[in-house]
């Protein structure tokens, strides 16, 4: 569980409480205090999650895109910050155990839907995270790229944040 506190900002436009990512587990379940999170569409562009009255945000994280063959995507969001007040997240991080494999479903794998990923583990996560600008890549689409490769046998260049 991640509680993150985000204090007020004089210049909110100018600075990001989270910046853009996706979370590594299957799902992350997430009480917010006040509007902030925003999640990223196919067109790139950002939407703020309302608060909604005793609802929890539930987002997809990369274990499920994965173990969905692609099926689910994980939801890349951020959290903004306001001028006015302190903001709180909590987040509810579900994932597998830290050295698990985890990889496509053999169900969802035939020949009209080939493998799209190489197993992943949280702790390959992890070490990506400490080696790697966040900024510049995503874990997922580094194991995605990877088997690409390995599956078509050319090196196929892929936007970082999608
Ligand atoms: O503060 C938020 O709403 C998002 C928090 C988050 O993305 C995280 O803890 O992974
Ligand atoms: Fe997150």
Redesign the pocket.
């Known amino acids: 569980m ?1 509680v ?1 506190c ?1 204090p007020a900002c004089p210049e909110p436009h100018l600075a990001l ?2 910046p853009p ?1 996706s ?1 590594y587990g299957s799902l ?1 379940i ?1 009480n ?1 205090s006040s509007t ?2 925003q999640i990223m569409d196919h067109g790139k562009n950002w939407h703020s999650v309302p608060v909604i009255e005793e609802a929890l945000v539930v987002q997809p994280g990369d274990q499920l895109e994965i173990m969905s063959n692609g099926q689910y995507k994980s939801v890349i ?3 903004t910050v306001n001028s006015e007040k302190k ?1 709180l ?1 909590i ?1 509810s ?1 579900h994932s597998l155990a830290l050295e698990k494999k985890v990889g496509p479903a053999p169900e969802l794998v035939d020949s009209q839907h080939p493998i799209s990923y190489n197993e992943g583990s949280f702790s390959g996560f992890l070490d990506y995270i400490s080696g790697n600008d966040i900024m510049e890549g995503r874990y997922i689409r580094h194991i995605e790229e990877r088997s690409m490769k390995v599956n078509a046998g050319a090196n196929i260049a892929l936007g970082h944040f999608r």
């Open positions: 991640a993150n985000y409480g989270m990512h979370d992350t997430i917010q902030g999170l969001h951020r959290a903001r997240s987040a991080l």
